[in-house]
């Protein structure tokens, strides 16, 4: 099987991702209710049991909505660094002390044939990260809620095989969109989320002849369009002379409803 992973949920409304290999299975987030996230598994054909433990990037709801009741059911540590255990302690309730995984940002830990990163990142939490898996010499990288790609974060996100990156919004439709200015300012700064340009922009420096495939994530309902996600990025990387069709990159579908389908994270040819 090696590594694979699917996308429960991607969006402002819930965000959950499990990956697996051969002999570990870690779900990233529990951004919607423990119910919601069991009825996604099931059409994945996986269950909490399957589980070997929960990887949190930040104590917004989005991400922690079902962490607590999810994690006591199924008596599954929780890796998260110290400021989001702060941060999210009341919202999480109650757990054992050997469900509490404490795992700085920048550091890395390994749970049977799976390696995992965490690497800091921009947003407006306590300490916010994102999550590279390896296993078999194959590199899948999620990168979502940062509002910009640092240089740092962009050496992190190097050598990735495939990728689920943030594609948040439309810049014209945001600000022409109903939301107050203070929270559009939020959204557009640098702790806020990536814009449809700029997810272009960090794939121009990051399409190698490794990366494949780059699932769009973390979509707003009301400021952005698959279509029109994919149309952007395809632009930008056209504007400097970058054509996906000669990488043989694949721009790929989130949904904040359904599960994608499992991909297998294959070596680079």
């Not at 054992?96 to 939490?125: F, G, N, V």
């Not at 395809?234 to 499992?262: A, S």
């Amino acid at each position: 099987m090696g590594l694979r992973f699917t996308v429960l949920a991607s969006g402002s409304t819930g965000n959950a991702t499990v990956v697996s290999t051969d002999a570990a299975t870690v779900l990233v987030d529990v951004g919607l209710s423990g119910k919601k996230i069991e009825e996604l598994m099931k059409e994945r054909d996986v269950t909490g049991r399957d589980l070997d433990a929960i990887f949190v990037t930040h104590e917004h709801s989005d991400h922690i909505k079902g962490l607590g009741a999810f994690a006591r059911k199924y008596e599954l540590p929780i890796y998260a660094n110290e400021k989001t255990w702060a941060a999210m302690q009341r919202h999480v309730g109650e757990l054992p002390d050997a469900q509490r995984k404490i795992m700085p940002a920048d550091s890395a830990t390994e749970i049977a044939d799976l390696r995992i990163e965490s690497y800091a990142i921009s947003h407006d939490a306590a300490e916010p990260v994102g999550y590279c898996f390896y296993a078999g010499g194959t590199k899948l990288s999620l990168a979502t809620d940062l509002g910009y790609v640092s240089d740092k974060v962009m050496r992190q996100l190097q050598e990735s095989d495939v990728m689920v990156l943030e594609s948040n919004h439309d810049v014209n439709m945001l600000r022409m969109g109903r939301y107050p200015w203070n929270i559009k300012r939020r959204i557009l700064g640098d702790e806020g989320h990536l814009s449809n340009e700029a997810a272009g922009d960090a794939l121009c420096k990051l399409l190698t002849g490794r990366l494949k495939r780059v699932y769009l994530g973390h979509l707003s309902q009301e400021h952005n369009q698959m279509d029109l996600a994919k149309l952007t990025v395809n632009t930008v990387l056209e504007d400097n002379g970058i054509f996906y069709q000669k990488h043989e990159l694949v721009l790929c579908d989130t949904y904040y409803d359904r599960p994608t389908l499992w991909d297998t994270v294959k070596l680079a040819n």
